[in-house]
């Protein structure tokens, strides 16, 4: 079971750090995925990180604000959330796939529950 935590009510540049664990199961070796949806729009992947190489990928809408990193001795993925803005408010996810890497929700094989980020202005 993963869970996703961490959110919260912050404003415009402020900064956010969530995390995502496991129990029951290593994270070592998945890579995973962060997806946000706010309202009335669909999921989208925004960042996500390799189980081995640690090799990473982060769409426009947050690259250079986004850090995504794992500490698999804590069995934990972090996004690092800063110079936010009023459009980072979403549900945000996170995910894990065992095969594969990338922004594409099928390739996920667990999700967390999602905690609200709300970043007002």
């Known amino acids: 079971q993963l869970q996703a935590f961490g959110g919260g009510l912050v404003q415009s540049g402020g900064s956010l750090r969530l995390s995502c664990t496991a129990s029951?199961?290593?994270?070592?070796?998945?890579?995973i995925g962060w997806f946000r949806q706010a309202p009335g729009k669909e999921r989208e992947g925004i960042s996500c990180i390799g189980s081995k190489d640690g090799r990473t990928y982060y769409a426009e809408s947050v690259k250079g604000r986004f850090t995504i990193s794992r500490d698999n001795a804590k069995n934990t993925v972090t996004l690092q959330m800063n110079s936010l803005k009023p459009e980072d408010t979403a549900v945000y996810y996170c995910?894990?796939?065992?095969?594969?890497?990338?922004?594409?929700?099928?390739?996920?094989?667990?999700w967390g529950q999602g905690t609200q980020v709300t970043v007002s202005s």
């Open positions: 995910a894990a796939s065992l095969s594969s890497f990338g922004r594409e929700e099928y390739i996920y094989d667990y």
């Open positions: 029951g199961f290593s994270l070592d070796y998945y890579a």
